[in-house]
């Protein structure tokens, strides 16, 4: 593993090109993934197939030949865990049938075991078993603020308007909530190291809904509390990280920690001007809008080549997108990405 290109990048080492992988690279856009996907009505049913999930993380690989592979499952397997009782519905996004709605709804909370997400650790062992040899996989969890906003919001939602007025009404009941989320993450980290993943991907996919002197307290405090187990436990402590921060209100570079290998950059983050405050102490995963891939091949090959040409003298950069690939994305796209960022 520590011969792959995308491990080395990690490791701050070298490449002669940039390793390359998507946030979102299976799903959707894919018909081999469609062809899938209607057999089940409830994509959770999918998600707890472990067989399933293996073949679907292997399907962009086996189109795309990519430098990483990222476990097959959800960020919200964790408050599933927690009985809210998640489905996702056609056309809507998850839904929970049992959110957190009031302080009460967390003092009941059933206490998070870990083993009820045993569906989640096989699907890691099956798709280790039939990736290639030395071709990394990345485990992942939601940041624990993300999953407290889905929570209590029920769902997706344009201005979670539920989750703010939470957060103004009862903070002590939302540290408490984060807290049992911090701690359900790095037991559910453990479990997918242990069962073969080789580098962690946290999601703070809510980031944005944070002012600036919150963003710290509610989300950042917690994602730190997680890296700090997972640092201190010898099962994870040789484990990189990779933050993502969605559209954070405190500039990427003045919120990273020590204990982070690798940020996943946002696409609006000006990359040449990261690179340059990050140099020689983080790897920069990132950072091409998806957006970019509706757009003519030729746009397409000159974006990505803009930000190799930028990033191509820092050690320690991984190709990405700078959100994750959307369904309307045709894969004939990506593969213009990918002959440009190779070439
Ligand atoms: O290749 C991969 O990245 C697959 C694994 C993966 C999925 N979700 C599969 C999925 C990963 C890493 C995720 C992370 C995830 N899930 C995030 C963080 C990344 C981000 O986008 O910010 C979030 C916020 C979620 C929550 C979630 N899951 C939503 C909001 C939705 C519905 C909307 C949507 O984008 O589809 C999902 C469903 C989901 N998760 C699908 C897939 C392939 C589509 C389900 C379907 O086929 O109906």
Known sequence: MKNSKFIKALNLQDNST????????????????????????????????????AELALQPIDRFD????????????????????????EGEGPKFSNPISSPQDIKRLTRFDVNSLDY??????????????????????GSPWTLAAYSIEGGGSKDFN?????????PKELHEFLEILSNACYEYLRQQVLSGVNALQIFDSWADLLL???????SLQYTQRLTSLLKADPVTS????????????IKIDDLVFADISCVSLYWQEDID???KKLKNQYAIQGNLDPKVLLESDELIWNETQKICSIMSEYPGFIFNLGHGITPDINPSKVKVMIDAIRQ
């Not at 539920?162 to 009862?170: A, D, G, N, R």
């Not at 040789?238 to 209100?249: Q, S, T």
Request: proline share 8%.
């Open 238 to 249: 040789n484990i990189p990280i990779i933050l993502f921060e969605k559209a954070p209100k």
């Open 18 to 53: 940039p390793p390359v992988w998507f946030m979102r690279q299976a799903g959707r856009y894919l018909p081999e993934y469609q062809e899938i996907r209607k057999n089940y009505t409830n994509f959770l049913d999918m998600c707890k197939q472990p067989k399933t999930c």
């Open 162 to 170: 539920k989750t703010k007025s939470f957060m103004k009404e009862h």
């Open 66 to 89: 990519l430098d990483a592979s990222i476990l097959f499952s959800d960020i919200l397997t964790i408050p599933d865990a927690l009985n809210l009782g998640l489905a996702f519905h």
């Open 273 to 275: 001007r990261v690179a």
């Open 120 to 141: 989640v650790f096989k699907a890691v062992e099956e798709t280790k078993k039939i990736l290639p040899n030395n071709l990394p996989l990345i485990g992942f969890c």
């Open 212 to 218: 600036e002197n919150e963003l710290e307290k509610f």
